[in-house]
């Protein structure tokens, strides 16, 4: 299967984005409520964030990715910290549950979104990731157990397959890990993306 396969799979799959985003969300955001202050300076397994900024760029990936359903155009270049203000978790809740409504709206996964003009399902599928992933990374910086919805890593292990190797060149992925024979689908997409789903090896 060619990187454009991978990519089709995904795009001409029966799935709606809001669906898969709404179970990933389901995972994610009771993962986030439940993150203790003590926790917000431990390591994760991405190296340049701590627990804290981890968060914070998870909040920056939802709002933005808001606007990219939209077809509006992004701002990742600046990490507000959300943490700061009060009441922060039940904001992430309140933001996640916009990213769903956004991706549920008449037209928004036709056509191209962002700068780089690709599919919008394709963007779709990157902020799912992010959502499945980064709720994997707190999860596991923080010592609690993370098991993704079935229907999302079905989506997203032909998505990430396609987007590897750029993602490698462009820093956003680590070298692929390998993983011995029997690994599940959801350890072979979080090996993909550079992370060590039965180690501690930061992307």
Known sequence: MTN?????????SGSRVSDLLR????RAVPL????????????????????RALLNHLFTVVVNFQALAAKEAADFSETPDRLAEPGWREGFAAET?????????????????????LPARRVGAMVLLDLTVHAWDLARATGREFEPAPEVVAGLVPEVEGMAPMARKMNVFGEAVDLPEGASDFERLLAATGRDP????AV
């Not at 454009?4 to 001409?12: P, R």
């Not at 409520?33 to 964030?49: I, K, N, Q, R, V």
């Not at 039965?198 to 090896?201: E, H, I, L, S, V």
Request: glycine fraction near 14%.
């Open 23 to 26: 179970a990933a969300a389901d």
């Open 97 to 117: 549950g916009k990213l769903i409504e956004a991706w549920a709206a008449p037209g928004a996964e036709e056509g191209t979104s962002g700068a780089m003009g």
């Open 32 to 51: 986030v409520a439940g993150t203790d202050d003590a926790s917000l300076g431990a390591p994760t397994p991405c190296a340049a964030y701590d627990v």
């Open 198 to 201: 039965r180690g501690r090896t």
């Open 4 to 12: 454009d396969d991978t990519h089709l799979a995904f795009e001409n």
